[in-house]
């Protein structure tokens, strides 16, 4: 079945630096990537997501890239803000044969943005 | 418009009680998942309803089962409830399928004792 693994694990920056979260996924059909966003004791929010038919997907300081031929995709966060500091997960579905669409997540990256 | 909800929020159960989570999806979604969350093992696909039937299921025990309502709210239960099963239950809804964006609920938290 689909395998999605995300790194780094945690990654800490400095307030107004960048961050790239990298994921990888193993199969090629999968054609939907989501963002999420957990913050302690609530639910994961989606904050961006892709579509096997585009490359790349831009939302103010969040931008999302996907290589289809390498199966990966990457979140980049620009001027991170302590409010960015969170839980984020990538995932990928896709029409899996008989199992069609459920989200397949990686293990998550904490992210810590020092002030 | 109103997000997912989920109740109760928190629970605490005993080894081999069962127990029911309730979810109500985004006015107009069709499509109920639901994820278990560990700090083990991660975000689990559990299973999906669309329709008020189950139309897929991810690698899970048979003690783990829902429904669906024809109003789209949606139930799990879990029964024999042991220790490994303390986890964040977390109910995703979606306008027709579950490839359609997935938003989340805010969880139930299941303690085992």
């Known amino acids: 079945g689909e395998n999605v693994e995300q790194h780094p694990s945690t990654l800490s920056v400095q307030e107004g630096d960048s961050a790239v979260i990298k994921c990888t996924y193993s199969?090629?059909?999968?054609?939907?990537f989501p963002w999420y966003k957990q913050e302690l004791g609530k639910g994961p929010q989606l904050i961006i997501d892709i579509r096997s038919n585009v490359g790349e997907k831009k939302d103010q300081r969040i931008a999302v890239t996907l290589n289809k031929t390498a199966k990966h995709f990457s979140l980049h966060i620009t001027e991170t803000q302590p409010e960015d500091s969170a839980v984020y997960f990538c995932a990928a579905s896709g029409d899996y044969g008989g199992s069609q669409g459920n989200l397949i997540f990686g293990k998550g990256t904490k992210l810590s943005v020092k002030p | 418009k109103a997000g997912v909800t989920q109740t109760p929020r928190y629970l605490i159960k005993t080894r081999g009680q069962q127990v029911t989570l309730s979810c109500s999806p985004i006015s107009g979604h069709r499509s109920v998942s639901w994820y278990q969350q560990t700090p083990g093992q991660g975000l689990q696909f559990l299973f999906e309803y669309f329709s008020e039937t189950q139309r897929n299921k991810g690698n899970f025990p048979g003690r783990f089962s829902g429904r669906q309502f024809s109003n789209s709210r949606s139930e799990m239960n879990v029964s024999t409830l042991e220790l490994g099963d303390s986890a964040l239950y977390l109910c995703a809804s979606s306008l027709k399928r579950s490839t359609d964006t997935q938003y989340f609920g805010p969880g139930t938290r299941l303690t085992v004792l």
């Open positions: 199969d090629s059909a999968s054609n939907y």
